[in-house]
């Protein structure tokens, strides 16, 4: 696979990345062969497999940048699967594979040769605000809708505004608090992972600084310097260890040692009141107004609310405002009217 890509990659120096990363292959593939033939076993034939040849196939015809994620999620496997072998433990192999992994995360992100390094870094802010411009978007989306849902189906059961503004309230409530405790262990989760991962490369630079320094190299050839230079800063790097872990954390992992990726309080209270924004949308009518007035306004409020939502979508879709708006209005007001009709049915045979 590594072969096929260094001849279909046009850059040469992204092309010998891939060469080096084939003959790491080849000594893993050298050492089971010696442990077969060791315990008197036949060799079986060197041939690519099905999924090796259609994947070469797709990079042939598509391009390597669509295999790449592929490429590195096998590689992520063959690391998990080295560490349960006895006879690779005592072995750089198990590093080594996740070194690829991490390797083949950057160049299928883009952190190529091709390009102004600084039109990569203000390409990578704008998906950066992009991402959380359409986590807010969507956070306000679920808390309108499903409060827009909950607050009709209980209307719909003939039931008093109060009652109604108690439920909306208490969907609103538990909502924002589900959204904000998922997050929170969303992102506790990950900081948690990218501490183990920092002990990890921690205890590699001890255990095997050169394999470190080559791995570092490496990913310094894939960003654009020439071998020398690759080596020469990588050596720099390695030769303080609080500074190479620093650095492998930020060019290997695509971890900030300083924030780990985030407060994780900070992201379940953003996800609350990002929730909580959407959901009092169909309540607040309830507050002032009852009866049949105060059922109309909120469901005009959240259709409204349901338009702006679909409009602001299109920021991520390109698609036209008045179809996306639409869209979300059809898709949100027949969720509504579902509800409003099963609770006016429930009210029906309860008698409420």
Same mark, same amino acid.
């Given at each position: 696979?590594?072969?096929?890509?260094?001849?279909?990659? %046009?850059?040469?120096?992204?092309?010998?990345?891939?060469?080096?990363?084939?003959?790491?292959?080849?000594?893993?593939?050298?050492?089971?062969?010696?442990?077969?033939?060791?315990?008197? @076993?036949?060799?079986?034939?060197?041939?690519?497999?099905?999924?090796?040849?259609?994947?070469?196939?797709?990079?042939?015809?598509? &391009?390597?940048?669509?295999?790449? %994620?592929?490429?590195?999620?096998?590689?992520?496997?063959?690391?998990?699967?080295?560490?349960?072998?006895?006879?690779?433990?005592?072995?750089?192999?198990?590093?080594?594979?996740?070194?690829? *992994?991490?390797?083949?995360?950057?160049?299928?992100?883009?952190?190529?040769?091709?390009?102004?390094?600084?039109?990569?870094?203000?390409?990578?802010?704008?998906?950066?605000? &992009?991402?959380?411009?359409?986590?807010?978007?969507?956070?306000?989306?679920?808390?309108?809708?499903?409060?827009?849902?909950?607050?009709?189906?209980?209307?719909? *059961?003939?039931?008093?505004?109060?009652?109604?503004?108690?439920?909306?309230?208490?969907?609103?409530? #538990?909502?924002?608090?589900?959204?904000?405790?998922?997050?929170?262990?969303?992102?506790?989760?990950?900081?948690?992972?990218?501490?183990?991962?920092?002990?990890?490369?921690?205890?590699?630079?001890?255990?095997?600084?050169?394999?470190?320094?080559?791995?570092?190299?490496?990913?310094?050839? #894939?960003?654009?310097?020439?071998?020398?230079? *690759?080596?020469?800063?990588?050596?720099?790097?390695?030769?303080?260890?609080?500074?190479?872990?620093?650095?492998?954390?930020?060019?290997?992992?695509?971890?900030?040692?300083?924030?780990?990726?985030?407060?994780?309080?900070?992201?379940? #209270?953003?996800?609350?009141?990002?929730?909580?924004?959407? @959901?009092?949308?169909?309540? @607040?009518?309830?507050?002032?107004?009852?009866?049949?007035?105060? $059922?109309?306004?909120?469901?005009?409020?959240?259709?409204? &609310?349901?338009?702006?939502?679909?409009?602001?979508?299109?920021?991520?879709?390109?698609?036209? $405002?008045?179809?996306?708006?639409?869209?979300?209005?059809?898709?949100?007001?027949?969720?509504?009217?579902?509800?409003?009709?099963?609770?006016?049915?429930?009210?029906?045979?309860?008698?409420?």
């Amino acid at each position: 696979m590594y072969r096929a890509l260094a001849d279909l990659e %046009p850059d040469p120096r992204v092309s010998e990345v891939y060469r080096r990363l084939a003959a790491t292959e080849e000594r893993h593939a050298g050492f089971w062969e010696e442990r077969l033939r060791a315990a008197g @076993a036949e060799l079986p034939e060197r041939r690519p497999g099905w999924r090796t040849r259609l994947l070469i196939s797709l990079a042939r015809r598509f &391009g390597s940048q669509l295999i790449l %994620p592929t490429l590195n999620d096998l590689e992520r496997a063959d690391s998990r699967g080295y560490d349960t072998q006895p006879e690779s433990l005592a072995t750089a192999m198990p590093a080594e594979e996740r070194s690829h *992994a991490r390797l083949l995360t950057t160049l299928a992100g883009g952190e190529g040769v091709a390009g102004a390094a600084l039109a990569r870094l203000e390409g990578r802010h704008r998906a950066a605000s &992009g991402n959380a411009l359409r986590a807010a978007v969507l956070g306000a989306n679920d808390g309108l809708l499903s409060n827009f849902s909950l607050v009709m189906g209980v209307a719909g *059961a003939q039931v008093s505004a109060d009652t109604v503004l108690v439920t909306g309230l208490a969907g609103l409530l #538990a909502g924002a608090g589900s959204m904000a405790m998922g997050e929170w262990v969303s992102v506790q989760s990950a900081r948690e992972l990218a501490g183990h991962q920092l002990e990890i490369e921690a205890r590699e630079i001890e255990e095997i600084p050169d394999e470190e320094r080559e791995e570092l190299a490496l990913i310094y050839e #894939a960003k654009g310097l020439d071998a020398e230079q *690759a080596h020469e800063l990588a050596a720099r790097q390695i030769a303080d260890h609080s500074t190479a872990l620093d650095t492998l954390a930020r060019e290997e992992l695509g971890i900030d040692p300083d924030e780990l990726g985030g407060s994780p309080v900070v992201a379940a #209270a953003t996800s609350f009141v990002l929730f909580a924004i959407g @959901a009092i949308i169909p309540v @607040a009518p309830f507050i002032f107004l009852s009866g049949t007035l105060a $059922v109309v306004v909120s469901a005009c409020l959240s259709v409204i &609310g349901l338009f702006a939502i679909g409009a602001l979508i299109t920021v991520f879709t390109g698609r036209g $405002v008045w179809f996306s708006g639409g869209r979300q209005v059809v898709i949100g007001g027949a969720a509504a009217a579902l509800t409003y009709v099963v609770g006016l049915a429930i009210g029906s045979a309860v008698g409420v």
